[in-house]
């Protein structure tokens, strides 16, 4: 032979280690050249084999490795987004039912409709304004706060309807006594929102964050307004409706 001449070997199996017979294996084909110099056959071995070999094994290994070590993690975190963001629904929901109860009770005891609504309306608002004011001053355990808000809503609101019954009958200043429990109940309903925008901030971007939020939101807004005229008060009472859903805010907490 004159020139150089080109020979092709195939290596052999070479097994992915910590993954035994389970997993493929790399197999490389190798083209060498072979060259002839004074009757003695010497094979050119490339120094970057070995390299390749290694980088085709370890990109084997993060393939069949990274998803299932990630796999638990994200499905959790997945269940908690999801359950979080159905507490928006019934935070809301919640939320206008004690707005209702208070405005009617106050229409049924103090006459005047009309007013009762307006004013019962302005003040519930303007107490959730300053709720959600208040927790830019809440910075630590922001779940942990979620839940005492959660209970501490569903407590007041749930022992609304009775207590403002009993007020009016044993209390003269009975507005004091109105006016005080519809402006602690906004604080705290007030709260909520902002907390949960911010428990969820990581898993979302900023404008679907909001974007989901504000519309579950307001879809519980629109479910209260037509299950209290239609459902609750002709059916259920104002009593236990107002039980119902603070047991409904309890269980948001839990």
Known sequence: LTGGCRCTSLSQPLPVPGFGNAVGFALLAVEQPCVIRGGRHRVENRVDLTVQI???VRQRVALLSGPVTNHAGTDQTGLKTRALLVSVFTIATCGLIYELLAGTIASYLLGDSVTQFSTIIGVYLFAMGVGSYLSRFFQRDLITRFIEIEILVGIIGGISSPVLFFAFGQIDAFRVVLYG???ATGVLVGLEI???IRILEDQFPLRDLV?????LDYLGALAASLLFPLWLVPQVGLMRSSFVFGLLN???AV
């Open 54 to 56: 290694v980088e085709r």
């Open 181 to 183: 429990w519809v402006t």
């Open 194 to 196: 902002p907390f949960l």
């Open 211 to 215: 974007s989901k939020v504000l519309s």
């Open 250 to 252: 309890v269980l948001v």
